[in-house]
Structure formats: C-alpha cells, structure tokens
C-alpha cells in the first residue's frame, strides 16, 4: 500500500489510519483472548514443576500491544515475565536462559493435554542463554495465529511500586544502581556493551510514558510505524527501530503541537523531516530519573556528549534506541526527504504541508553542568 498512503490526500490521512491501520474488533478480541491463556499459563501453571521454587510476580503486555500502537495485522505480543527469583540485574542476564528452558518445557508438555484446545509452536534458539523464548499460539476460535516474545526480567521497580511520591522521588535509588550495574558489567564483559540491556526491567515506566495520551498521538504513532515497515521492505536494511520512530514521534508532538487535536499531515512530516536531520538529534526526557543526583547527572552528561543520533529511552537512560549503523539512517533519512514531495504532505490549493517548528536538539541540554549546544530547528 506504499503507493496508496503516499498519494492519500493530507486531509483524508485520518481516514487512512482508521480504514487501514487501526486493528479491528476481531482482531484486537484474538490478541487479547490469546494473550489471557499465555499469561494465565504464566502466572498458574508454568513453574508449578520446577526443580527451585520459582514464583511470577506478574505478567506485563509490553511492546506496541502494551502501549496501544499496534497495527493492523501484526498479532504480537511481548510479554515480560518478572520472577520474584530474580535479584538484580545481574540474575537476569545470568538466569534468563534457565527460565526460558523450563517455560520452554512446560509448553511442550501442555500440547499433550487433551482438554486445552490450544497449540503452540516454538521457534527454536541456538542460543543457550537466549533473552526471549519466541512462540505462536493457535486456536479453533482464534482467526489467526498470534505471536508472542516471552522475555524474563528482574522486578526492579517491585519496592516503590506502591510508593505515593511523585514518579521522581519514587524512583531516584534505582537508576544510581542501573548505571553502577551496567559500568561493572561493562569492565567484566569487555566484548559486550551492557548499556541499554535491562530495560524490559523498566516495561511499566515505558508503558506509563504513553499513558494518558492523546487518542490521535496514538494514530500518528501508527501511521509512522506503518511508513518505517515500508521503508524496511523497501531498503532491506538494519533501519532504526519501531520504538525508535515512537518516541520520534512523541517528541514531535510534545515540542511541536502538544494539542489534543491536531493536523497529522503536519505531525507525519515533522517525524520525516526529524530523520532527515537525525545526524543532529539529541533528545531525551527526564520524567523518572532525577538530575539533582550528581551520578545520575554526569552520567546523562556523558550519554548526550556521545555520536549523534541520541534518543534515550525514557525509562532508562543507559539505553539510547537510536545507536545504530549510520548507513541505516542514511537509508531511511533518503526515503524520508523523497516522501516530502509526495501528494500526501499537499494542502487542497497544491502547496506544501508545514512542518511543526521543533529543535532537533535543545539549546540548553543541561542546565549549569553542561555547555550551552545552539538548537537547530526545523522551518519551512
């Protein structure tokens, strides 16, 4: 449908994302049945056998379908399992593979229980510490097969979950220990770089980034990620990833309209034009770490003064999505600026579309401790 979005009026883009890309009835009541029988399996069952007490203290929905931007026809699902035996950051990286062994085996022995009308097919992973055990479910009353990326994760956030602080104060001790973890990680493992490894530990934060937004922010975000899967098709390339044009496209929205209601041609090409400067982009929100403390605070210094393209990870800022091969965002930089001329960013009297005014990188970046960076801004 490459050539029907980019020739779709900019007025009728709105009706677009609703025909084509929001999931339909059916398909959100399949995702959702089958992500109930996973977590039930998860949560009652799964462990139940184990050779150690093993106990999940909950199942998080993360990824597209946890944050409300799935599209249509992509049935999903991550679902991030936290274990009570898990102690640190360091259990996780080391225990992960263990757990997935055993939910691996409880799925294969539950194909042989007559009265389950489920089937699940398991992708098989040579890799013996693997960070996700890969599965499709199906059912008769299913109209597709759904897939699911079961991923273990240490519950860092369980102790000031209940917490009536606000989300700063609530969560300052934990990223002093992230950054301690992932530099000691780092010394130990000088082949891996550990920075940005325990962010499913943050799944709810980064749930709770999107939540409360508008429902038409949500749509941008899917007609975005719907451009970048054409884009993928087309360069067949290690391209930025989804969650990478999610947050783009937050923050576009946030710098540039920040409305309830708002015209999505103008919100579209204010991303394109985002990642055609993406060699300038510096962008990182300070919702949940606080920078009044110093280590928090010369860490985030050290993360912004590194090679461009930065966009951090809300929930965690040892994570920045935006590390990729340049060649990957040269590639989709050069299908973005051919995507400025199409029909798609015409107003009805022929002329362009204006791009929201937003900085690809902020005049101050941190106040006091950190030199001033002129902002670049994007005008037409």
């Known amino acids: 449908m490459e050539h029907g979005l980019r020739s779709i009026p900019s007025w009728n883009l709105d009706k677009f ?23 039930d399996f998860l949560k009652e069952r799964c462990f139940q056998g184990a050779a150690h007490p093993v106990r999940v203290s909950k199942v998080v929905k993360g990824g597209s379908s946890g944050k409300g931007t799935t599209l249509r026809g992509k ?18 990286l080391n225990r992960r593979g263990e757990f997935i062994k055993e939910i691996k085996k409880q799925l294969y022995e539950i194909q042989h229980e ?70 000691e990680l780092d010394k130990e493992r000088d082949d891996l770089d550990m920075e940005g490894s325990f962010a ?14 508008p429902p038409k922010l949500r749509n941008l975000i899917c007609l975005v990620k719907y451009w970048h899967q054409l884009c993928l098709e087309k360069v067949g390339k290690a391209v930025p990833t989804r969650y990478t044009m999610e947050l783009l496209t937050v923050y576009a929205w946030e710098h540039g309209s920040g409305v309830a209601d708002f015209n999505t041609a103008q919100g579209f090409r204010t991303v394109l034009k985002l990642i055609t400067n993406y060699e300038y982009l510096i962008i990182y929100w300070t919702v949940y770490y606080d920078l009044r403390d110093r280590e928090i605070h010369d860490y985030l210094r050290r ?52 791009s929201w005014v937003v900085l690809v990188r902020p005049c101050v970046i941190i106040p006091a401790l950190l030199h001033t960076a002129s902002g670049k801004a994007i005008v037409e």
């Open 17 to 39: 994302i609703e025909d084509y890309l929001l999931p339909d009835t059916t398909f959100g009541a399949d995702v959702k049945s089958a992500i109930k029988v996973v977590c």
């Open 75 to 92: 049935s999903d699902a991550d679902l991030v399992v936290f274990l009570n035996n898990l102690t640190s950051f360091q259990d996780q």
């Open 114 to 183: 007559r009265h389950l009308r489920v089937k699940f097919e398991v992708q098989s992973s040579w890799w013996p510490n693997a960070r996700a055990l890969s599965f499709k479910l199906s059912a008769p009353y299913l109209h597709q097969e759904v897939e699911f990326d079961v991923l273990p994760a240490f519950d860092v956030l369980d102790e000031p979950r209940n917490n009536q602080q606000n989300d700063i104060e609530c969560y300052r001790a934990i990223y002093p220990s992230l950054i301690d973890e992932c530099i």
């Open 200 to 213: 499913l530990s943050f799944t709810e934060l980064q749930k709770k980034f999107m939540s409360g937004r």
């Open 303 to 354: 993360q912004l003064q590194k090679d461009r393209p930065i966009v951090l990870d809300p929930a965690d800022p040892t994570r920045n999505v935006a590390s990729n091969t340049i060649s990957g965002w040269d590639s989709l930089a050069q299908e973005a600026e051919k995507w400025l001329d199409y029909p798609c960013f015409r107003n009805m009297d022929g002329s362009q579309v204006r």
